[in-house]
Every structure is written in structure tokens, then in C-alpha cells.
């Protein structure tokens, strides 16, 4: 079973700073990964699918890069609203859909 | 709009039975597989259990196997997930997912808004 890492556990910034987010998974996943935002009390959404691609109505300073092991999520600039909970996921043959801990993004 | 909404959570006693509904509208839903995903307090996210469009073929996690259902009815566009033997850990919100688009299995979008499970005497 693949298993995702994700860092830091919890990342602390300011409106306007960037944040950049790591999911490193335990082998290879090619490109098969996403990630989710949760705020509190809500639902995850997702936000960025195939590693790269921002899913529908996602604003542009959300981005996704990485390949293989190595995942990043970045966010240009923080906006308020961007304070949240942070997952990522894989999919596979078996077990088909694995998460990462997550990662919590609190206003400094 | 696409819209997910689950229904049937609530406390149960440890063995007891509990039957979660999630009725969609605003997609075709006999074209989408569709998922349960669990979030015990305070914790992480954790995939349940999966069903294909016309729920021919069923998957589960190991932790639920022999114990959940996944099935769904296309003509009144809801998927249900019948819970037996529940256990304290089974004890989440449980939400229903969508597959992203009709030709994959995952990305999960949309969510619903989560049910409360809670297995305690």
C-alpha cells in the first residue's frame, strides 16, 4: 500500500505570502494525485487533479507540480479565505484511493 | 447545480445497523461512479467504498468489508450505504462523492456536506 507524507503538518503565514505544500508518497504514483481543501465544518473540495491540473472554478494561484514521489502544492498568494486544511490523495489498482494526513494553514 | 445530500446519521449502539442516503441531483447520475468517504473527530480522510454507474461492480476498504453495501438506485438518482455491525471506530461523517467525470473512477467532485455516524452505548 502506497503511503502519502504530507509537510509540514502545520504552516503558519500571512495574507499575501506563499505557501508551498509537500506530499511525498512512499513509491512512485506517476501523476495520479490530488488535492483537497477542508475548512472547518465543511466538505473537502478539490482543487488540483493529475498532479497539475486545477479542477473547475479553482482560482489560478492554486497550483500543482511534482511527479513520481515528489508533490507540491503552491498558492501564489494567500488570501483569507485560503486558511484551511490541506489533503492530498492518490489513486490505484489497490487500495484505489489513499490520503495524506494533511496539512493545516493557519493565519500567523 | 450539482448538489449531493446525505441523510440517515445518527447515534447506534455498538453492533447495531444504520442505512445512509445521498440523493443527487443536477447531473445524470446513472452516468457517474460514485464513493463514501469517512472522517472520524478531529481526524483525517479515509475512502469507504466505491460503486459503478449502474452498480454492477462494488469495491471496499478492508476495515469495512462484510460489514457495509454500497448500492444505488438510478431511477431515484440516490446512492445508499447500509452499515451492520457498526464498531466505535466506525464512529465519522460520512460523505458521498462523485466520481470527477463519467469516464474515471476518481477524482472525487463534488462532495456532500457529511453525515454524522456515531457508534456508542
Known amino acids: 500500500e502506497i503511503v502519502l507524507t504530507q509537510s509540514p503538518a502545520t504552516l503558519s503565514l500571512s495574507p499575501g505570502e506563499r505557501a508551498t505544500l509537500s506530499c511525498r508518497a512512499s513509491?512512485?504514483?506517476?501523476?495520479?494525485l490530488a488535492w483537497y481543501q477542508q475548512k472547518p465544518g465543511q466538505a473537502p473540495r478539490l482543487l488540483i487533479y493529475?498532479?497539475?491540473n486545477r479542477a473547475t472554478g479553482i482560482p489560478a494561484r492554486f497550483s500543482g507540480s511534482g511527479s513520481g514521489t515528489d508533490f507540491t502544492l503552491t498558492i501564489s498568494s494567500l488570501k483569507p479565505e485560503d486558511f484551511a486544511v490541506y489533503y492530498c490523495?492518490?489513486?490505484?489498482?489497490?487500495?484505489?484511493?489513499?490520503f495524506g494526513q494533511g496539512t493545516k494553514l493557519e493565519i500567523k | 447545480e450539482v448538489q449531493l445530500v446525505e441523510s440517515g446519521g445518527g447515534l447506534v449502539q455498538p453492533g447495531g445497523s444504520l442505512r445512509l442516503s445521498c440523493a443527487a441531483s443536477?447531473?445524470?447520475?446513472?452516468?457517474?461512479?460514485m464513493h463514501w468517504v469517512r472522517q472520524a473527530p478531529g481526524k483525517g480522510l479515509v475512502w469507504v467504498s466505491r460503486?459503478?454507474?449502474?452498480?454492477?461492480?462494488?469495491n471496499y476498504a478492508d476495515s469495512v468489508k462484510g460489514r457495509f453495501t454500497i448500492s444505488r438506485d438510478n431511477a431515484k438518482n440516490t446512492l445508499y450505504l447500509q452499515m451492520n455491525s457498526l464498531r466505535a471506530e466506525d464512529t465519522a461523517v460520512y460523505y458521498c462523492?462523485?466520481?470527477?467525470?463519467?469516464?474515471?473512477?476518481?477524482?472525487?467532485?463534488?462532495w456532500g456536506q457529511g453525515t454524522l455516524v456515531t457508534v456508542s452505548s
Open positions: 462523492a462523485r466520481a470527477m467525470t463519467t469516464v474515471t473512477t476518481g477524482w472525487f467532485d463534488p
Open positions: 443536477g447531473f445524470t447520475f446513472s452516468s457517474y461512479w
Open positions: 460503486i459503478n454507474s449502474d452498480g454492477s461492480s462494488t
Open positions: 513509491q512512485s504514483v506517476s501523476s495520479y
Open positions: 493529475d498532479a497539475s
Open positions: 490523495q492518490h489513486r490505484s489498482n489497490w487500495p484505489p484511493y489513499t
